[in-house]
């Protein structure tokens, strides 16, 4: 787990490897703006992607529909181009498939899991990383003592423990809310 602002830099190196590949890459970001900041990293390095959240709507199902080709990057929200399968194209197989990056935690594991999900469909090969940040609200709201820790003795097991912790939290907080 990385600062906010070193995050959206080493997923735009991700992406120069995966294009460099011909891999495929789905970029997943929780919000509008972080889409935004994503597309910003990837500007910078000169990437040409394709960013798909509330702003293209009438565009969606085509880009999701791009998104396997040789070298794709596609930015996308958690809601964007739900319903639309990836196709890899030729050669994006042999090239290791769809690459799926999670920049940042959901409150709800589930929206994580069918982000993760969008890769190694039906026998395709494919590959996930998460590369999400102490700085992100999930951790601060919902896990604080644990992010306190982690800050101190940053290990994998104390950070995979976090967040479950933190999504668990979330997701009760909400089971109540809708309850009520």
Known sequence: MRNADARWERVAKRAADCRARGQALLIGTRSVEA???????????????????????????EIIARAGQPG?????????????????GEGVADA???????????ESSRIDRQLF???????????????????DELFSRFAPRHLRLVRVLPLKPLCELMRRRAQARAEREHAITRRE
């Open 72 to 88: 794709a990057i596609t930015v996308a929200t958690n809601m964007a181009g739900r319903g639309t399968d990836i196709r890899l």
């Open 35 to 61: 889409s935004e900041q994503a597309s910003l990293a990837l500007t910078a390095l000169g990437l040409e992607h394709a960013v798909l959240n509330a702003r293209q709507d009438s565009e969606e199902a």
């Open 117 to 135: 999900g969008r890769s190694a469909r039906q026998g395709d090969p494919g590959s996930i990383e998460t590369i999400v940040s102490l700085e």
């Open 96 to 106: 290791g498939g769809l690459h799926v990056i999670l920049t940042e935690f959901h």
